[in-house]
């Protein structure tokens, strides 16, 4: 068998889940892809990669897919890096722009303001990164990964969506997991779970290595990302995707 092809994504959050797959002993038997969220999960659905870490909001589009090991992108509540920002309070928005880099956020976001918010703003969907010149006046904007941490230094408003759904329904929420449209030999899922594993006990020499000002590492890593898929985080996933099934 050759290389598997693994999509991953290139921001702060993965830097521990990446940690032990650049290391052997997997380093050798993958191929590391990278691009933003959206974007691994259409590589997946084009049988582009094996396996990537993909937007859960996806998993709908998929005729078939299976969750690969027991980690993921998650959050037991705030998430610091993926919100809604604003200058104005939430029921002065007139206007949001959807980040172009997300699926799961987008999905998360239009579910919030429906059923939650109780808002019903114009909704734009960015193309580029020209949007967040927008993000002024009564026009808001959905924003995610690092450039979130640069939008925190500007807004008045931030509407961290991790704790508006833990507000809601009490649960963890899962953003990425790591799927296949196809069975993985056990053994490489086995090595490929432990690697991932390797990196979370290094979060110290994670953040050392990484020059950032804008959040303390540290803080991200620890108290706001959650990245054991348990059944906590299953049970939130399957509650979000039964939501976006039935068009929430």
Known sequence: MGKIKVGIVNYL?????????????IKSQIELIGDYPARVGQLLLNDE?????????????????????????????????????????????????LDYQSRTSVALLR???KEYWGINPEII???????????KGTTAGLVIGDRAFEQRKISTFIYDLGSEWRAITGLPFVFAAWVSKKPLPGKFIQEFDESIAVGLNHID????????????????????LSYTLDERKKEGMNLFLKHIELGS
């Open 13 to 25: 959050n993965t830097k521990p889940l990446l940690y032990g797959l650049e290391r052997e002993p």
């Open 49 to 97: 990669i094996d396996v990537g870490l993909v937007p859960v909001a996806l998993l709908s589009h998929f005729s078939e897919y299976h969750i690969v090991g027991n980690y993921c992108i998650g959050t037991e509540g705030e998430i610091a890096s993926v919100a809604l920002f604003s200058e104005v309070p939430m029921n002065e928005i007139k206007k949001v722009y």
């Open 111 to 113: 579910y919030l303001m």
């Open 125 to 135: 969907e960015a193309t580029n990164e020209d949007y967040r010149k927008e993000i």
């Open 205 to 224: 020499e994670i953040v050392d290595a990484i020059s950032f000002e804008l959040y303390d590492l540290r803080k991200y890593y620890r108290m706001h």
